[in-house]
């Protein structure tokens, strides 16, 4: 918890969704503090859904040093990466903050034409395949080929703060933030029938070669943004773009992840 009254008096830019409750939540907010440019700001507040936190996050990582902090308050749905809404005592929640330092994937994608690619991706990559055919592919960790064939409809890489995302979804574990450990999970394995994944430290290098691209074309996503017609894909963590999240003492990411193990 970083109890610091002075992150209260950093220099504060104001950030929302574009949908209704967003913008009626910065209306509310917009005349009661002193908000500047995002530009010039040393601390985000950003209201909407983890889907906006993720816009916001990757609009982060483009200004690279120094790292800004972002507080966000829920006006979607889940909210898991989010504070709770509230438009009063905003400099007293501020104050005492809970920091986490969130770091991302970086993913390099070279398709079968010969274009490579390179995105950061704060909750997951995952490869999916393109039309009815299952995709094939060969997975490698640290050059070391562990799987010779995997055929599936696509396969994940999740981060600690991305694991109770799609990757949840697809039957992956549920990770500790810093654990130090990524997910990797196979999305509908046709074979080898028994895998179900594994859990990889988060040094670990990991690629991933498209079998027969040609008829059995496949795409990389990286968050929101995605490639299509990949040969490779090739992922690390890339410690030189961490990030940094606020929260309410009562609203630590780190209590929430380990209570979604216990939801039925």
Excluded at 73 to 87: A, D, I, Q, S
Excluded at 98 to 117: D, N
Aim: charged fraction near 25%; glycine fraction near 6%.
């Amino acid at each position: 918890m970083s109890d610091d009254p002075r992150l209260s008096e950093l220099r504060r830019a104001l950030v929302a969704s574009p949908t209704p409750p967003a913008q009626a939540a910065a209306a509310e907010l917009a005349d009661a503090y002193d908000w500047v440019p995002v530009e010039e700001a040393e601390m985000i507040v950003a209201l909407g859904g983890d889907g906006f936190m993720l816009q916001t996050l990757h609009a982060m990582l483009e200004r690279r040093k120094p790292v800004v902090p972002v507080f966000g308050m829920n006006l979607g749905t889940v909210g898991f990466l989010m504070n709770e809404w509230r438009p009063h005592g905003l400099e007293d929640r501020l104050s005492r903050t809970k920091m986490f330092k969130v770091v991302p994937l970086g993913m390099t994608a070279e398709t079968v034409h010969g274009e490579v690619y390179k995105l950061p991706a704060i909750n997951e990559v995952s490869l999916l395949r393109e039309t009815r055919q299952t995709a094939k592919l060969e997975v490698t960790v640290n050059d070391r080929v562990v799987l010779d064939e995997l055929a599936c409809d696509g396969i994940l890489i999740a981060t600690p703060a991305g694991s109770t995302a799609y990757n949840l979804s697809a039957q992956g574990p549920i990770l500790p933030l810093g654990s130090g450990m990524l997910a990797l999970t196979p999305i509908s394995p046709f074979r080898p029938r028994r895998w179900r994944g594994a859990i990889l430290p988060d040094k670990a290098r990991i690629g991933l070669r498209v079998l027969d691209p040609a008829k059995r074309p496949v795409s990389a996503v990286a968050d929101q943004r995605e490639i299509r017609e990949v040969a490779r894909v090739d992922v690390v963590i890339d410690r030189a773009r961490e990030l940094c999240l606020l929260f309410d003492p009562e609203h630590a990411l780190d209590d929430r992840i380990t209570m979604e193990q216990f939801i039925a």
